[in-house]
């Protein structure tokens, strides 16, 4: 063998079990998905219904057509954002669950866009920029406190959240109300709508929102010094510090892109979601309520990282969508609730680390795959160096 | 809306102070019971963030087990789901080294959706009245009925604070949740005693959630825990692990619920209700701002032990 062709194997054996390596813990995610799915079964089993006539119609309501893919692309449009609010504060060190007031408040904002009148385009940015700021600014206060005087940023979001919702219901109810239809907010005027994206679905523009604002934090934290820092500092801020990073900066920076993300979901729900283009007040804010907890969800399972989240999103989208066809999916009338049940158990099986040790027949057998490929690489790149 | 603090709107009367009181003492117990069990998990080094979604299974559970065979068995239920919810949370975050914030998030979410699920499958969507003749009885006191798990909530850190302080099991709890590798060596079993304390801080907020269907409120929503695991958490972070402080902190907290309560039934209005929902929430992050500082957590909290 030349050594020319030797280097060529090499490179491409070094890139399968770089990749191999690489996909472990998106096994590690669907292993999750599929214990999670499996306690639902059994939950739905206890209860007396017929969990795969459920699942059923719970895959066929989610991806069994076009207009089925659109309704869960259209769920997927606010997860993505939320499950970006606390992937960005775990990268950076902290588990900011605030996401649920932030895009409460974001939306309530968004809705201000109704008092202006501006050329389409213009209104929709208009729109983005106040769910935006107000996110940011709602997220800040939990920030702050943990600076000066060392809050946990667990219990401030939370109370933050509880706060959010009873304000975000006052305002709905008294202040942005349509003066002619009480039980909800004024609409989103046609000029600031996102347009729907597929006739007949409710799948807008505002997908778009969500994809470029992942793809930008994609960027930011992966391809930027700042983004880079956040980083460091979430992984050991000690030695971050000691490296010279202000630690103070990348949480402030963290806490303020996850604010922006949340504040822009609520948005992507009152400017881009048909048919109302407004908040209902009545109920706790049905429409956006769970939001931000499911995108904890959908997080944990895209693994924190802005595409795993985009793929993850689109799982959970697809889940709820499927939930809607679940629930009047003939005499199996599974409600739609069990979706929250099934994320719960699926949340709650990734936080086990290191999932795939607790099979050891699947750890094995992964090692038998993999350990000739390791054997390779080591080799040649012995010879290479030789 | 006009905001009157006139002359009807703030007038107490001596009644009004007293049931003002016996609410406060009655929102107190959930949030006491459930911080005093959090404190022994927290000693041993598990931070539960999962209590609030324990208070919501229980309180169902609870309400449920009642129905079947009276208060008693409904609120030994409720512990019963409390423990061993909290045991799936140990093993995971023991054994398992897992971590912990995502675990106890795993929790609540799965809580919100099961009961949700539940009540729904129950008939009345989102709602489930416990029958009166299965709520447990309340005392009669010169201070008007009062329910009999108050003193419970009373005596219950007094004792959790001399198991801490005075027993040698309450000094094993602590070096395991101090210095792992130092009670190791000295032959204590980590990962068993922080699996025992959180058990046995699960089945006391799995007390607590039953108490609020069964003892309390005497009905079933899925949002009845409304935060209060949370708040019980901010007593914990509050008290610096002392039992005795959180019981002070929950019923500060007790207090501003009941509070915010009797603003709400006031005929003048003078605050929009949504204002003083949000009462117990701003109090708990201003007393929890105003007193960090001087209180220290044990260091290895939250850190699962790795024997080397």
Known sequence: ?386 | MDATFGEEGIRMSFNDILSLLRISLHAMVPLALTAAGEIVGETAGLFNIGLEGILLLSAFGGALAAEFGGPGVGLLVGMGIGGTVSLVFAVINTYWRGTQMVTGIGINLFAVGFVAFGLIQLGAPGFHDVPKAVELAKLRTPMGLMSPMILLALIAPVVIHWFLQRTRAGLMLKAAGETPEAADVAGININRIRLLAAVFGGALAGLGGAYMSVAWLGLVTKDLSAGRGFIALACVVFSGLNPLLALLGAFIFGFFQALAEWVKTLPSKPIPGEFVSMLPYIITLLVVSGAIGRVRFPKSLGVPYKRE
């Open chain 1, 1 to 386: 063998m030349s050594g020319d062709e030797s280097t060529v194997r090499s490179r491409w054996l070094r890139g399968a079990h770089r990749t191999l390596t690489g996909l472990h813990p998106a096994l590690e995610s669907l292993l999750a998905a599929v214990v999670g799915l499996l306690v639902g079964a059994i939950l739905m089993y206890l209860y007396g219904f017929d969990p795969w006539k459920a699942y059923a119609g719970l895959i066929k309501g989610a991806f069994g057509g076009s207009y089925e893919i659109a309704s869960s692309l259209a769920r997927a449009t606010p997860l993505i954002l939320t499950a970006l609010t606390f992937s960005i504060c775990l990268r950076s060190g902290m588990f900011n669950i605030g996401a649920e007031g932030q895009m409460y408040i974001g939306g309530i904002a968004s809705v201000l866009v109704a008092y202006f009148i501006l050329p389409t385009g213009l209104h929709q940015i208009a729109g983005l920029i106040f769910a935006a700021f107000a996110g940011a600014v709602w997220s800040l206060v939990p920030a702050f406190l943990k600076l000066t005087r060392g809050v946990h940023e667990v219990i401030s979001t939370i109370m933050f959240n509880w706060i959010a919702r009873w304000l975000a219901l006052y305002l709905a109810i008294f202040v942005v109300v349509d003066p002619l239809r009480p039980e909800k907010t004024l609409s989103i005027p046609m000029t600031a709508r996102f347009p729907v994206l597929v006739r007949g679905t409710d799948l807008s523009y505002a997908i778009f929102v969500s994809i470029a604002f992942a793809l930008v934090v994609y960027f930011l934290l992966w391809h930027t010094a700042i983004g880079y820092e956040v980083r460091a500092a979430g992984l050991n801020p000690t030695a971050a510090r000691y490296g010279g990073i202000r630690n103070k900066r990348t949480m402030f920076l963290s806490f303020v892109l996850g604010g922006i993300a949340a504040g822009l979901a609520g948005a992507t729900i009152v400017m881009g979601l048909p048919p109302t283009y407004a908040i209902y007040g009545g109920g706790g804010l049905p429409q956006l309520m769970n939001l931000g907890f499911d995108g904890m969800a959908v997080a944990m399972v895209g693994r924190n990282h802005p595409i795993g989240i985009l793929v993850a999103a689109l799982f959970f989208g697809g889940l709820n969508a499927g939930g809607r066809v679940m629930q009047f999916y003939g005499s199996n009338p599974v409600p739609l609730e069990m979706v929250r049940v099934v994320m719960g158990a699926i949340v709650l099986v990734m936080s086990i680390p290191e999932l795939i040790r607790l099979f050891p027949m699947i750890k094995k057998r992964g090692e038998e795959l993999i350990e000739p490929l390791k054997r390779w690489t080591r080799r040649s790149e012995k010879r290479e160096s030789a």
